[in-house]
């Protein structure tokens, strides 16, 4: 069964709204979550990593403006795209880790129109 | 940071030929290799992994190997079937970030 639960799944969302993204952690807690945006026919580029009660640590060109998380359980970690526009369509995934295996939730198409 | 090559992009096999893709990574420090599948619309899923401290694993028509010295690791599926058509990435891992290959998109002819 699924480690990570991920949702929604998919999402359009109008430009210059916000949007939330959540990850749970369903068998273990989990302290770190890494968050990735992959664009079509492309790879997965970390955006950022959580860390449960403290600041995210944000990957070089990412605004952490404009993608606000936030890790506030060991079970919860929550990605909000704010002012999204067009050019933020991307499927996000995240995942967490148990020892050095990544498990990874089941990403989250979205669509700014 | 990490920066880690894949070859081929894509990668077009004869159903029951053997599939190579290989990787490098830069940053002698990465101890942990997964390779993923990724189907159109999901997340990675986990295929096979290797620990810097070993230099060969298999897992029936899956093994990957490992090359510390060199810097690069490879993947091997044989006797390919069609439901091994996918896109694989293979990654690196330093203090559990991953840090990703561009990916190669196999095809599995009948």
């Known amino acids: 069964g699924a480690v990570v639960s991920q949702h929604p799944s998919r999402v359009i969302c109008k430009s210059g709204t916000s949007v939330k993204i959540e990850c749970r952690s369903l068998?273990?807690?989990?302290?770190?979550m890494f968050w990735y945006r992959q664009f079509p026919k492309q790879s997965l580029m970390l955006m950022a990593t959580?860390?449960?009660?403290?600041?995210?640590?944000?990957e070089q060109g990412v605004e952490k403006d404009k993608f606000l998380i936030n890790h506030a359980s060991l079970t919860l970690s929550t990605l909000t795209v704010t002012s999204a526009h067009p050019e933020d369509s991307s499927f996000y995934i995240c995942?967490?880790?148990?020892?050095?295996?990544?498990?990874f939730g089941q990403g989250t198409r979205l669509t700014v129109v | 940071g990490e920066n880690v090559e894949q070859h081929p992009s894509t990668l077009s096999v004869q159903e029951g030929d053997s599939a190579v893709i290989k990787c490098t990574y830069s940053?002698?420090?990465?101890?942990?290799f997964p390779w993923y599948k990724q189907e159109l619309g999901k997340g990675p899923q986990l295929i096979i992994d290797?620990?810097?401290?070993?230099g060969e694993k298999k897992d029936q028509r899956i093994a990957v190997t490992l090359n510390k010295t060199a810097k690069h690791f490879s993947l091997h599926i044989t006797e390919t079937q069609p439901e091994d058509s996918a896109v694989y990435f293979c990654?690196?891992?330093?203090?559990?970030?991953?840090?990703f290959g561009a990916g190669t998109t196999v095809t599995v002819r009948a």
């Open positions: 995942s967490t880790h148990w020892g050095p295996e990544a498990f």
């Open positions: 068998d273990f807690q989990a302290t770190t």
């Open positions: 959580s860390n449960e009660g403290s600041k995210a640590t944000y």
């Open positions: 940053d002698s420090a990465s101890n942990y």
């Open positions: 290797i620990r810097s401290n070993v």
């Open positions: 990654a690196a891992s330093k203090n559990y970030k991953l840090s």
